[in-house]
C-alpha cells in the first residue's frame, strides 16, 4: 500500500514538473527574440560645443543580443553594442579627432556597451537598469524605453543623458564645459528584424 502511494506521489511530481517546463518553454516561444537591423538601427547625441553651438551626431554599427517579452518582462534583456569608429557629426575634422585617444580612443576600444541587468514596466513603456561601458569604465544607467510594430518590424526606442566626465572623454584636455558640454543626450533607435 504504502509503496503504492510513494510512486503515485512520484509521478505526481513528475507531471508538475514537466508542466512547469512546458509553461517556461512556451513562454520563451511566445517572447520575440530578434536580430538588430544594423543598417537602421542607430545612436544619436547632442551635446554643447564651443560657445553657443550644439553638436549633433550619430553612431552605428549596433550588434548584440535582445528578448523582449512584454508579458514576462522577468525573460527579458537587452544587451547591445555600437561601434565608435562610425561616429559621424557631418565635420570630417571633428569625426577624426573623436575617435582619438583624447575622446572614443577607437584604435583600443572598439565598442560602446550597454547590457541589462533588468526591464520593469514604467509609467512611460518600459524601464531598463543596466550597466553601460564606455572606453574602459562601466557605469550603472537607468532610462525609460518604448516599444513599438509596424508592419512587422519592432521599433525601441530610449533616451538618457551621459556625464563625459564619468568615463574619461576628454577630461583633462576639455575640462571647461565652455568648449565642450558635460553631458550628452543620447537617444537609441533599435530597429529588431525576424
Same mark, same amino acid.
Request: charged letters at 30%.
Given at each position: 500500500?504504502? %509503496?503504492?502511494?510513494?510512486?503515485?506521489?512520484?509521478?505526481?511530481?513528475?507531471?508538475?514538473?514537466?508542466?512547469? &517546463?512546458?509553461?517556461?518553454? %512556451?513562454?520563451?516561444?511566445?517572447?520575440?527574440?530578434?536580430?538588430?537591423? +544594423?543598417?537602421? +538601427?542607430?545612436?544619436?547625441?547632442?551635446?554643447?560645443?564651443?560657445?553657443?553651438?550644439?553638436?549633433?551626431?550619430? /553612431?552605428?554599427?549596433?550588434?548584440?543580443?535582445?528578448?523582449?517579452?512584454?508579458?514576462?518582462?522577468?525573460?527579458?534583456?537587452?544587451? &547591445?553594442?555600437?561601434?565608435?569608429?562610425?561616429?559621424?557629426? $557631418?565635420?570630417?575634422?571633428?569625426?577624426? @579627432?573623436?575617435? $582619438?585617444?583624447?575622446?572614443? $580612443?577607437?584604435?583600443?576600444?572598439?565598442?560602446?556597451?550597454?547590457?541589462?541587468?533588468?526591464?520593469?514596466?514604467?509609467?512611460?513603456?518600459?524601464?531598463?537598469?543596466?550597466?553601460?561601458?564606455?572606453?574602459?569604465?562601466?557605469?550603472? /544607467?537607468?532610462?525609460?524605453?518604448?516599444?513599438?510594430?509596424?508592419?512587422? &518590424?519592432?521599433?525601441?526606442?530610449?533616451?538618457?543623458?551621459?556625464?563625459?566626465?564619468?568615463?574619461?572623454?576628454?577630461?583633462?584636455?576639455?575640462?571647461? +564645459?565652455?568648449?565642450?558640454?558635460?553631458?550628452?543626450? =543620447?537617444?537609441? @533607435?533599435? =530597429?529588431?528584424?525576424?
Amino acid at each position: 500500500m504504502k %509503496l503504492n502511494k510513494v510512486i503515485k506521489l512520484k509521478k505526481l511530481r513528475l507531471k508538475r514538473i514537466s508542466l512547469i &517546463v512546458i509553461l517556461l518553454f %512556451l513562454s520563451a516561444t511566445f517572447s520575440f527574440s530578434q536580430k538588430i537591423d +544594423s543598417k537602421k +538601427s542607430l545612436v544619436k547625441f547632442e551635446i554643447d560645443g564651443i560657445g553657443w553651438s550644439t553638436v549633433e551626431g550619430e /553612431i552605428r554599427g549596433m550588434k548584440g543580443s535582445l528578448l523582449f517579452n512584454e508579458n514576462n518582462l522577468a525573460l527579458s534583456f537587452f544587451n &547591445v553594442c555600437i561601434d565608435p569608429t562610425t561616429i559621424f557629426t $557631418d565635420d570630417e575634422k571633428r569625426d577624426n @579627432h573623436l575617435k $582619438d585617444p583624447d575622446f572614443f $580612443d577607437t584604435e583600443k576600444y572598439k565598442t560602446i556597451c550597454i547590457k541589462s541587468s533588468e526591464i520593469v514596466k514604467s509609467n512611460n513603456g518600459y524601464r531598463l537598469k543596466g550597466k553601460l561601458t564606455i572606453l574602459n569604465t562601466t557605469k550603472p /544607467i537607468e532610462f525609460d524605453f518604448t516599444v513599438t510594430s509596424k508592419n512587422g &518590424v519592432r521599433i525601441l526606442k530610449g533616451e538618457f543623458e551621459v556625464n563625459r566626465f564619468d568615463f574619461g572623454l576628454a577630461a583633462e584636455s576639455y575640462s571647461s +564645459s565652455l568648449m565642450v558640454g558635460k553631458k550628452a543626450k =543620447v537617444a537609441i @533607435h533599435c =530597429v529588431l528584424i525576424d
